[in-house]
């Protein structure tokens, strides 16, 4: 269709209308309305493209010599799979941006606002470029632009000192991927006649192994630590919190899945697969991953960081799915490569949309109450019952419960997992075994951990004053919330339609055909490769007859309806108060001592006793942490290495004008000596 | 008439050579003044020498500027200098005298290896002095190094410029004018830089020892 | 002759009014300033010609000579001492006379020796310009006499002068054994003589003379280990100045390098002075990296981010032309993005009256202008887009990459990194947060704002754009450098 | 017919369920050398249960009406995959077994919330606990699926049954019976029992899945408890018709379909007495030790998996 490049332009106008609008409108109120309506705006026209490609592949491609000449040029070309990412990406975009409209109403009063504008709509446009970089200078480009803006958008409240030290580790380690990145290209482009991805993939062809597997290992470490897989994970937790909620929303719903594109353009596309432990290590990452992330989100006590963590988990089961499809790919076992590649994809999409919409949840909550400690939450479900429902609705998503999108997603990759045994090797078939009992275990632990913060927050009674008095939402962040609620419902229901358009998203890469759907069209999901069959859209309805049918029986059958309201029994104590509640800590403790081992709390109790008898106690002061330690092992030698060499060479500047004569006059007989060495 | 030449140049080189291990022998500026002050004679002998022997009239001029701005406008404004400080011994250099000797003995060494492909090539009958002017500049830096006054250093620096135009003179009969003259100019302002800094410090730290000034670090 | 004229003599005749106009008069400032201009558009005009395909040659003995090379870094010299005139102290009704005559006098004769150094033909001529440099420059470190202003000027004066005597050093015997070859009457120290005479040189000899040329230019352009005294220098330098010797008079020095080089590669071959440039140039971003992440000043750390860029400058000389291209775009976007950040660094230290990172935050809420465009120029500093540095530093791994170094390169990104993080954690410190008490907000004098705020700009469009006649000139550059 | 077969299956295990519950605590009960309350108990109990008043916190927020309703309709949902009487079944392409296990999860999801709805401390102890337990046993149970999967090449349960009865041989592999301890005690844990859980003891120390439950009453009591029989029902299901599948019907003749009930009311009937005698045996374990049998569970589902690879 001719018009994908007014599409085009419309995406980019729109953020760069919505980013102008922030920077010069005359009111801060026009301020917020222009950043939100270009946002909604370009986000919409990125929709409509990505749909126009996805669905009927009509390619765009854009070259601008001009810009970046020096550099190689911009080269924009949107494929299947750069279409799939912009849709991820846009999916979040416009309801986070509706939400955040609202939203950043909170920061009117200070100087983060038209920042704030300016960079969301650079850190939407930058996201929704990045898979349709085609040449490295524009993908490194946009990557960077991509965070830079999420650094900034991090450091909107800036005023707290842990806001700052947040994007710090932030930037840190985006810059580090940045570089990882960087040589990995360039080093794919060393023997290429352009940068242009096309001519990577053919000159990707004649590498030697060693050097294929120097890029893979880079671009791992590289979209790694942009997808937050464990290890290179630490600044999720501490960004994606500190950011404006609608803004985390947008880094951990969408951001994060920008690691995989790349892994997968690259790894994929670019390299073509490569040998069986690239698929087998990014199994074990996600395997790690999902694990590890689910674990320390269940002791968090702070609602984002919780959700932070479990991005963490997600990424896993999506790196699962990637890395047993890579896998199979190497064995040419194409039906369940594709099966594997296709469940990592539908779970970023799935992801990324109940983690928006969790994020927006927590960003209401935020809103309502002030905080995110959920110690001094509960009983929200009374003040705001639709941020609640849309909540659990996102919990029970991430839970993948039935039937809702994550449990199609996570039964997909279950699919994938257990064709394990037409592994060749059975030692890989036992793998990925394991991999099935870690991820059951992973989802197992996720319900639990969504108990926790559903629960915890929502249910009972309200464990702070800021809670008892929280109220509704504005309406347009009730919408954003409710958009992505029914994207959680439709993409479970409705996967049959969509499932079988991501198998053509993957067809073409690394030499896989284009999947073909077997079972019922849009009733039951069964691809080649699975080995088994489920119907999402029966199961829904099954799920929805049976209590009609009970209340129908309840009718028919005379059964008592009488409710009375009365008090939660206490043990016969009267007046329950919030302090006999569970605590959000307490809920996890069991687990904590299940995993003592890896947690290794560290516990602090301290009891003030009566001066007067040790029989009576007057307070009780218990406080327990739990800290990465095996974060410890890995980034503190690294710190201190730094550290150490940054003390070094302050010895070196020392002072002493002699000492610098020295310096100089040693500079000169070395250099004569090598000189004379090596002639 | 080679010969002569040849001897008349490694004479004069030697004899600049030597001056500067006055630095490292004794322990008073005044002796480091006139040193350096013999020291840009013997050089301006030796250009002129050149200028006669390699029939390059134009060093006659570089030899009498010698003459006036090393040997004796410099050596004047060092010794105003030195009244001025008290400064009259250099105590403690960072080297004793003896180990300053074989240091100073081993760089001259060290000279002769370095310029050993310079000898090796070269046709012109000065050539024998070559590694004694790179043998000045090295023991040069190593009194930059060890000495702690300011104006030792001064003086080092000086000699160092002396040894620079002694391989300049040695090795390619001068460089050109125009280029011998910029250097001259810069010599001069260089030290009356050097002079404004040295008042400088004097005035600051009440003590020209550069010792002092080592408060900038990292 | 006319085209030199206009560049070098509008510094000179500055320099001339300040010294002859006793007291101090504010009209002088501005007859200066314009007289900048006259400059800059010179240096433009240059530029046009050299593009046009011409080298423009002047002068006895073909005394003035000006390729892209020169033209390249005449236009950065011109554009950084217009900005020396229109932020320096000599416009405000405020200045003190004394000193703002002394710095009108000394700055404009700083520009003009660099201006001579980069247009001269004469690498004897060249020496003598670098060496007025470390003279008139001093001059200024200890505008305002205090302990550590002095400390720093004699570092400076002492190890500049030292450096650039083994630079006499180098030349010397590189003319030795030109003149062994040819006739001694006939032989000027001509560079495009030189060039020619290359390939019969000796090598040992000239490899003898790089070294000594390399150390001794390199102590100008704060290759460690000799660039000591350059942040002491920069950090104690009015902002002007260390905008000037940061943003240009390193590049002036890495310009003699240059030169020489050429000169050297065509004598031995590439081999011997890349390998050279490489362990200067990888010491040079070890040591910036490592000492910008415990660094408490803000400006000794905007001199040691000089010196990481000097160094991988450096590195990119030595990976051949692509390099080379890469290296001298680097040059200039890192000359823009200095020079503003140390005018910046200026407004920061006369508003908070301490260089101490610690003491200095909230800057954005204090100096809103300043501040959006100190983290720009930060940004900008560590090669992050949509900045030039990006870019060039892009294109200069590339290179090395495309030659087939990929461990060199891979060092060269780590210590990138160190020095980025390091860079931005300082940066961040200083920008966000709640200002100090006592600490006024608003901006003063925002006019001032609106140079720094252009060449942000321009490096903006360098880093999306790099202009075609900049481009061209970048090509003949590389072919006037060589392998 | 298919349909009604399938209809009659779900009716069969909602009506059993109770008695099944009722059976295991006769036969402790008289294990135990007490006379005991006669099988059908639980019948009365739920029928007294839908009679009575409801009396809801006054913490409590609609979810705790909802789930119950939620509760019941994934048990119930999860009958119509079991193959109780007949393969094939008739709504075997709607979920295989890795939905039955989150439908399962589904029930327990919203229990849990019910338990932390009204803000009593019990409550939050029972959810904590409960999903703590549920999460432990996931890996069990996904490996057995794997080990069954394995063998059927399918994860569909009525497949998985018909791929046993072709090869009768392949259910007492080392692999089977590995997977079917562990997937006992996967039972014990995932239905509340010893020693696990005590089904019998309203010790609030003790307690997961009573406490979780104590602020019902009435009809919404009613509805999880029969939804937990069921899963228990459905466990022995499992138990019983996927590694021992004989008697299963395969023709939907009354005779093959009559034949099925006889063989799959004995199977229960043999599963019950073993729970009845193990509850007798042993005694409730710590909390904390619970996870240690869970890795019992676990190390034996992985041994199933290696052997089945092994003996492939």
Not at chain 1, 205 to 211: I, N
Not at chain 3, 9 to 18: I, K, V
Not at chain 4, 37 to 66: C, D, H, I, M, T
Request: net charge positive; glycine share 10%; charged share 10%.
């Amino acid at each position: 269709m001719a018009l994908t490049l007014p599409l085009f332009l419309a995406m980019v106008l729109g953020h760069v209308v919505g980013a102008g609008g922030a920077l010069l409108a005359p009111t801060r109120a026009g301020a917020r309305g222009l950043t939100t309506l270009g946002a909604i705006v370009g986000g919409a026209a990125g929709l409509v493209l990505g749909f126009d490609t996805l669905i009927w592949g009509t390619p765009f491609r854009l070259e601008i010599p001009q810009l970046l000449a020096v550099a190689g040029g911009v080269s924009l070309h949107l494929d299947r799979l750069g279409a799939f990412f912009l849709l991820v990406v846009e999916v979040v975009a416009i309801p986070s941006a509706l939400f955040g409209g609202a939203y950043s109403r909170v920061y009117e009063g200070t100087h983060s606002l038209r920042p704030l504008g300016v960079m969301l709509n650079l850190f939407l446009l930058a996201l929704s470029l990045v898979p349709l970089a085609d040449n490295v200078v524009t993908f490194l480009l946009l990557w960077e632009l991509m965070s830079v803006a999420s650094y900034f958008l991090v450091l909107t409240e800036s005023d707290r000192r842990e806001t700052r030290q947040a994007g710090l580790w932030y930037l840190a380690m985006a810059h580090g991927g940045l570089v990882l990145l960087m040589a990995a290209f360039l080093l794919l482009a060393a023997s290429a006649p352009s940068t242009g991805f096309a001519d990577l993939r053919t000159a990707a062809a004649a590498l030697p192994a060693h050097t294929r597997n120097t890029v893979f290992v880079l671009v791992l470490l590289g979209f790694g630590s942009k997808a937050g897989l464990v290890p290179l994970h630490v600044w999720l937790p501490l960004a994606h919190p500190a950011a404006p909620s609608h803004v985390s929303a947008l880094m951990s719903g969408v951001m994060i899945k920008m690691g995989v594109y790349g892994l997968l353009r690259v790894a994929l596309d670019l390299l073509g697969g490569g040998p069986p432990w690239w698929g087998g290590t990014i199994l074990a990452a996600g395997v790690v991953s999902a694990l590890l992330g689910v674990l320390y989100a269940l002791m968090e006590q702070d609602l984002k960081r919780l959700l932070a963590y479990s991005s963490v988990e997600n990424m896993g089961i999506i790196f699962l799915g990637i890395g047993a499809g890579l896998l199979f790919q190497s064995y040419g076992l194409t039906a369940l490569a594709l099966l594997g590649l296709v469940a990592g994809l539908y779970h970023v999409l799935n992801h990324a949309c109940f983690k928006g919409l969790l994020f927006l949840g927590s960003g209401a909550v935020l809103h309502a109450t002030h905080t995110r400690n959920m110690e001094e939450l509960g009983g929200l479900i009374k003040g705001m019952p639709r941020t609640a429902f849309c909540f659990l609705v996102g919990a029970a998503a991430i839970s993948g419960l039935p039937p809702l999108n994550g449990f199609v997603s996570e039964w997909l990759v279950f699919q994938a997992l257990l064709g394990g045994p037409q592994l060749p090797r059975p030692e890989l078939g036992l793998i990925m075994a394991f991999a099935v009992a870690m991820l059951a275990l992973t989802s197992g632990l996720a319900a639990a951990c969504f108990v926790k913060a559903f629960g915890i927050t929502f249910l009972a009674m309200p464990r702070s004053v800021h809670a008892a008095g929280a109220h509704e939402v504005p309406l347009a962040m009730q919408l954003g919330m409710g958009a992505l609620a029914v994207a959680c419902g439709a993409l479970g229901v409705g996967c049959t339609l969509v499932v079988p358009s991501l198998g053509a998203v993957v067809a073409g890469l690394g030499g896989l055909p284009a999947g073909l759907m077997t079972g019922m069209p849009g009733l039951t999901l069964e691809m080649p490769g699975t080995v088994g069959v489920i119907a999402p859209a029966a199961l829904a309805a099954g799920l929805l007859l049976v209590p009609v049918a009970v209340l129908v029986a309840f009718r028919l059958g005379g059964v008592d309806r009488r409710l009375r309201v009365g008090d939660t029994w206490g043990c016969g104590r009267i007046g329950q108060t919030p302090r006999m509640e569970y605590t959000a800590t307490a809920f996890a403790e069991p687990l904590r001592r299940v995993f003592a081992e890896l947690y290794r709390p560290t516990e602090d109790l301290s009891i003030d006793f009566h001066p007067e008898s040790k029989y009576f106690v007057q307070s009780i002061a218990y406080r327990s942490e739990v800290h990465p330690w095996f974060e410890r092992l890995l980034y503190a030698p690294i710190v201190s290495f730094l550290r150490r060499m940054a003390f070094r060479v302050r010895w070196l500047q020392a002072g002493s004008l002699h000492l610098y004569l020295l310096y100089m006059i040693l500079a000169l007989v070395v250099l004569l000596l090598v000189s004379r060495w090596t002639s | 008439m080679a010969a002569t030449f040849s001897q008349l140049s490694v004479l004069g080189s030697s004899l600049t050579l030597l001056f500067v291990f006055v630095l490292l022998g004794r322990r008073g500026v005044p002796a480091y003044v006139n040193a350096f002050a013999w020291q840009s004679i013997v050089l301006a002998g030796v250009t002129t020498v050149v200028a006669y022997y390699g029939r390059r009239p134009d060093l006659y001029w570089v030899a009498g500027l010698l003459v006036v701005v090393k040997g004796v406008a410099i050596p004047r404004l060092l010794q105003r200098m030195e009244r001025r400080f008290h400064a009259e011994r250099e105590l403690e250099p960072y080297v004793n005298t003896a180990t300053s000797l074989v240091i100073a003995g081993l760089l001259v060494l060290l000279a002769y290896a370095i310029s050993r492909p310079l000898v090796a090539l070269s046709r012109l009958p000065t050539r024998a002095g070559m590694p004694l002017a790179m043998g000045l500049i090295l023991v040069s830096l190593f009194v930059l190094v060890s000495r702690k006054k300011a104006i030792t250093q001064v003086i080092g620096f000086l000699m160092l410029e002396n040894g620079l135009a002694l391989l300049a003179v040695l090795g390619t009969y001068g460089v050109p004018l125009i280029v011998e003259l910029g250097v001259f100019l810069d010599a001069l302002l260089g030290f009356l830089v050097m002079q404004i800094f040295v008042y400088q410090i004097h005035e600051t730290f009440e003590s020209i020892d550069v010792e002092r000034l080592s408060r900038l670090r990292h | 002759m006319g085209i030199f004229g206009f560049l070098l003599g509008p510094p000179l005749l500055a320099a001339s009014l300040a010294l002859v106009t006793v007291p101090y008069r504010r009209a002088i400032g501005w007859v200066n300033a314009a007289l900048s201009l006259i400059s800059l558009a010179a240096a433009g005009a240059l530029g046009a010609q050299v593009l046009a395909g011409k080298v423009v040659v002047a002068g006895w003995q073909d005394l003035l000579r000006a390729d892209a090379l020169s033209a390249l870094l005449a236009a950065c010299v011109s554009v950084v001492t217009v900005l020396a005139a229109w932020l320096g102290p000599g416009l405000g009704p405020h200045d003190e006379p004394r000193r703002t005559r002394r710095f009108q006098i000394f700055i404009n004769l700083f520009a003009f020796t660099m201006l001579f150094a980069v247009t001269t033909n004469n690498v004897g001529l060249m020496w003598v310009a670098i060496e007025a440099t470390t003279i008139t420059s001093a001059m200024l470190i200890a505008l305002d006499v205090t302990k550590a202003s002095v400390e720093a000027s004699w570092k400076y004066v002492l190890l500049g002068s030292v450096g650039i005597a083994l630079a006499f050093a180098g030349t010397v015997l590189a003319y030795f054994d030109f003149v062994g070859l040819a006739d001694p009457q006939g032989a000027v120290l001509n560079w495009t003589v030189l060039r020619a005479a290359a390939p019969a040189l000796h090598p040992e000899v000239v490899e003898l003379a790089f070294v000594f040329i390399l150390v001794g230019y390199g102590t100008k352009a704060g290759l460690a280990p000799m660039h000591t005294w350059l942040p002491d220098a920069h950090a104690e330098a009015p902002a002007p100045l260390s905008a000037m010797m940061s943003g240009v008079l390193l590049a002036v020095a890495l310009y003699a390098i240059v030169r020489w080089k050429a000169v050297v590669s065509a004598a031995v071959g590439p081999t011997f002075p890349n390998r050279l440039l490489v362990i200067l140039g990888l010491l040079s971003l070890t040591i910036a990296a490592f000492s910008l992440v415990m660094q408490r000043n803000y400006k000794r750390m905007l001199a040691y981010s000089s010196i990481e860029h000097m160094g991988l400058m450096c590195v990119g000389l030595a990976l051949g032309p692509a390099g080379t291209m890469a290296a001298m775009l680097h040059l200039m976007n890192h000359t823009l993005a200095k020079a503003t950040m140390f005018f910046l660094a200026g407004r920061v230290l006369y508003r908070y009256q301490t260089a101490d990172i610690a003491r200095v935050s909230g800057l954005l809420q204090a100096m809103p202008g300043t501040g959006w465009l100190f983290l720009a120029g930060a940004l900008a500093l560590v090669g992050l887009p949509p900045f030039g540095l990006f870019i060039s530093e892009f294109a200069l791994l590339r290179a090395g990459f495309a030659i087939g170094r990929p461990w060199l390169m891979g060092i060269v990104l780590a210590l990138l990194t160190v020095a980025c993080v390091g860079f931005v954690a300082h940066a961040n410190r200083m920008l966000y947060g709640t200002p100090p008490a006592g600490v006024a907000s608003g901006e003063e004098a925002s006019w001032r704002l609106v140079p720094l705020a252009l060449c942000m700009g321009v490096l903006v469009v360098l880093g999306l754009i790099v202009p075609p006649p900049v481009a061209s000139l970048l090509v003949q550059i590389a072919e006037i450098v060589g392998p | 017919m298919r349909h009604v077969v399938a209809a009659g299956q779900t009716s069969l295990a909602l009506l059993l369920a109770p008695g099944l519950a009722g059976l295991i605590r006769w036969m402790k009960a008289r294990l135990q050398n007490r006379r005991g309350a006669p099988f059908w108990q639980p019948y009365l109990e739920l029928r007294k249960l839908f009679g009575k008043e409801v009396v809801v916190s006054s913490n409590a927020s609609w979810l705790f009406r909802a789930a119950p309703f939620v509760i019941f309709a994934s048990t119930v949902a999860t009958t119509a995959l079991v193959p109780v009487l007949a393969v094939p079944l008739a709504f075997d392409t709607m979920g295989d077994l890795v939905v039955l296990v989150y439908l399962l999860l589904l029930g327990t999801f919203f229990l849990a919330l019910a338990g932390l709805d009204p803000g009593s401390a019990f409550g939050g102890m029972g959810a904590s606990r409960e999903v703590t337990v549920a999460a432990l046993a996931e890996p069990t149970v996904a490996l057995a699926v794997f080990a069954l999967a394995l063998s059927a090449g399918s994860t569909n349960l009525g497949q998985i049954v018909a791929a046993t009865l072709a090869d009768p041989a392949s259910a007492v592999s080392p692999g089977h019976l590995l997977a079917f301890a562990a997937l006992f005690i996967v039972t014990l844990a995932e239905t509340g029992r010893l020693p696990v859980d005590n089904p019998a003891t309203h010790l609030e120390l003790t307690m997961i899945h009573e406490a979780m439950i104590l602020e019902y009453s009435g009809r919404y009591l009613a509805l999880i408890e029969w939804a937990a029989a069921v899963k228990l029902l459905i466990f022995f299901a499992l138990l019983g018709n996927l590694f021992v599948p004989w008697g299963v019907a395969r023709t939907l003749t009354p005779d093959a379909l009559l034949m099925a009930l006889g063989t799959f009311l004995l199977k229960l009937l043999l599963l019950a007495a073993t729970i009845a005698v193990f509850e007798t045996r042993v005694a409730k374990l710590r909390l904390f030790r619970v996870p240690e049998l869970l890795s019992v569970s676990f190390v034996l589902a992985l041994l199933a998996v290696s052997s089945s690879f092994l003996l492939r």
